[in-house]
């Protein structure tokens, strides 16, 4: 995942010299976590690729005013929801899809060496659990850990506020702990 500052870097690039390099760095970046997040609201890979394929070709008709974007990847984001509700407004006559309806998947989550020595049960064991937070929670879990969005950012995305987003995660955080048979009040002190 690029840092802030590449992503400032390469917006630049786009906005200004029309870099298309640095487009198809924004585009390969951030797209496979975008297209996730479209299937979870669309419940169609083929259709999720192609509003995500959407959103960038506005970004690059648009890309002069790439520049006055603040925070591009919250901004993919809001683009790749807004563009898929429309497309389930427009296909489906579907005027709301409830938080509580998209059914997101998480991947699998990234571990470093010193997390790669828990064995495969406890694995399998926090992915089990994961997947059985509920759907509101799952997706704001899966956000902010696997996407890496600030609490803001999510909050602005799902139009929630950041208490519900603080709520969600000590759900998901809790239920996961019990799932693997950890006590939270139980931390040893020596």
């Not at 400032?8 to 976590?33: H, I, R």
């Not at 956000?143 to 995305?157: P, Q, R």
């Not at 987003?165 to 019990?178: E, R």
Request: glycine share 2%; proline share 2%; aromatic share 8%.
């Amino acid at each position: 995942m690029l840092t802030i500052d590449e992503i400032l870097q390469l917006q630049q690039k786009v906005c200004s010299e029309n870099d298309v390099n640095a487009y198809g760095q924004l585009y390969t970046s951030f797209m496979p976590k975008l297209i996730q997040f479209a299937k979870s609201i669309i419940k169609n890979k083929e259709l999720a690729e192609e509003i995500v394929s959407d959103v960038f070709v506005k970004v690059w008709e648009k890309r002069a005013q790439l520049c006055g974007i603040e925070n591009l990847r919250l901004y993919l984001y809001i683009s790749t929801k807004n563009t898929a509700l429309n497309y389930l407004s427009r296909h489906y006559r579907k005027n709301l899809v409830s938080l509580d309806d998209i059914n997101i998947e998480v991947s699998t989550i990234q571990y470093s060496p010193e997390q790669i020595l828990i064995n495969s049960e406890m694995i399998n064991r926090i992915n089990s659990a994961i997947a059985l937070l509920p759907p509101r929670c799952r997706l704001v879990f899966k956000l902010a850990k696997e996407d890496g969005l600030k609490y803001n950012e999510i909050a602005k995305l799902l139009n929630i506020s950041i208490k519900t987003i603080d709520n969600q995660m000590s759900i998901a955080i809790k239920k996961i702990a019990t799932s693997i048979n950890y006590n939270l009040k139980k931390v040893s002190r020596n």
